[in-house]
């Protein structure tokens, strides 16, 4: 396809992603003080008084503040209607730049807050079984898969393999979590192999505070890293995805192969980075089904 025509398709899907309305949360819990502490959640529409599986989904934006959780909300209603309890997670992203070597280079603020994104996540994961059930009682705890998108993709394998990070790290379990398993969007699941193809401006470098601290943090932050997990693992990853090419993707799964653990691969024909959380694109229906036969 010429290169004008992907970027009109690559354009139109962001437009039809993006094109649906807000979804109100039934409830939002704070898992913290910080405005961007807090958890909303939606409930089964379908049988609403079923047990039913959890899903957690955390959003993408390449860690910047300017993409929050509410562009996603649409998908998490999707599955909501799908008939899971679905959790959606906020947390501190980037804001105005701070270190000139962390801004794109055209006004981009940088990505991410280290340490705070990740203290958010690992906080929201720790405080979400009694959030949940309070705000989502007919949610299955025991059948919980963790989803994202992009930079959210990222966040979802990072926070499943905590028990395997460094044994200084502040963000370490001891055990692994109690999921049935993880399904990464197009995820930035390779910090070096993002940051070699420019993914997002150079989010996964800024990320990690630039250049004097990428080497030193990623063993803390880079899911490629963090290998064996033994937890199921799904990626899915559309071919046509300009923003986060499946090369990054693959780097992951190879990763995992050679330590031994099989990390299951959905690459769809002709499909970008936005259809995955679009409830319009037929994509979505195969992240719904990934999750569901993780979840049952």
Known sequence: MPDDAA???AAAEEESAFAHPPVDPDATSAYGAHPDQVIDFYAPRAAPEAVVPLVVVLHGGAWRARHDRRHITPFADYLARRGF???NIEYRRGGAP???EQNAGDGTPPAGRWPDTFDDVA???EALPALVREALPQADPRRTVLTGHSAGGHLALWAAARHVLPADSPWRTERPAPLRGVVALAPIADLEVAEKLDVCGNASL???GGHDTFAERRPFADPVLLLPTGIATT???GRTDAEVPQAVAESYAAAAAKAGEV???TLLEDVGHF???DPAADACAVVAEEIAQLAW
């Open 275 to 277: 259809p995955l959380i």
């Open 85 to 87: 309890a679905v959790a």
């Open 98 to 100: 701070l270190i000139p």
């Open 206 to 208: 800024q990320l990690l």
């Open 235 to 237: 990626l899915v990853q």
């Open 7 to 9: 970027a009109a398709r």
């Open 123 to 125: 906080a929201a994961l």
């Open 263 to 265: 990390v299951g691969l």
